[in-house]
């Protein structure tokens, strides 16, 4: 009986990720389908797809540029909007294009002599402006969320890492679980 628990429980660990990825995905097409009411499953997913590519594809001629300038400048005025607006630009910006703002991947000592490290990403190398000219913002995002906190910390606790960036996040949002944590290599410290 201990047996087939087990058989129950290893195939419970490899079908259960599956099983939600395949529900969110379903889900995810069955809203965007709902929403423009179209009766072919899947192709509202194509038409945002395409649009998406057409909308990037307009946005780099100039004049469609000035026009997205003019209305983020509109934006940028109203409060709310602002706000939101502001935070979910530079999210996504923080992520792809050319602002990647999680490039560098670095290991922080929490407490200078405990061996007591955090991964995270340095997102600004100066502080001057906050009046801290030996500090870096670092961002630790957390496992299992989509969420983080901001560290200014001393530069001499931060050891930049030389991995893959999309490595580390893989590993720190997945709390250290993740297959892909296993290629990243990390020696061991010794005392």
């Known amino acids: 009986m201990k047996r087939l628990a087990n058989y129950f429980l290893q195939g419970l660990i490899y079908l259960a990720p599956i099983a939600i990825t395949l529900w969110i995905f379903v889900a995810t097409f069955r ?3 709902g929403i423009l009411q179209l009766p ?4 509202g997913v194509l038409i945002l797809v395409a649009f998406t590519t057409m909308f990037g594809f307009l946005l780099s001629n ?3 540029r000035q026009l997205l300038t003019w209305f983020e400048q509109v934006m940028d005025r109203l409060p709310f909007a602002k706000l939101m607006h502001g935070s979910l630009k530079d999210l996504m910006s923080a992520f792809v294009g050319e602002k990647r703002r999680f490039r560098h991947p670095v290991s922080v000592e929490m407490i200078p002599g405990s061996g007591i490290r955090a991964f995270g990403f340095v997102t600004r190398e100066s502080m001057d402006d906050f009046g801290m ?3 870096v913002g670092v961002y630790f995002p957390q496992a299992y969320n989509f969420a ?3 560290m200014v910390v001393p530069r001499a606790q931060v050891t930049a890492l030389k991995l893959d960036s ?4 893989t590993m720190i ?3 250290g679980v993740s297959t892909g944590a296993s290629r990243l290599d990390i020696p061991a410290q010794r005392e």
């Not at 072919?40 to 192709?43: F, Q, R, V």
């Not at 999309?166 to 996040?169: G, H, K, R």
């Open 133 to 135: 000219p030996d500090s």
């Open 62 to 64: 100039y004049l469609s």
């Open 40 to 43: 072919i499953p899947g192709i």
């Open 166 to 169: 999309a490595d580390i996040m």
């Open 148 to 150: 983080g906190q901001l």
């Open 173 to 175: 949002v997945s709390g």
């Open 31 to 33: 809203a965007i389908d």
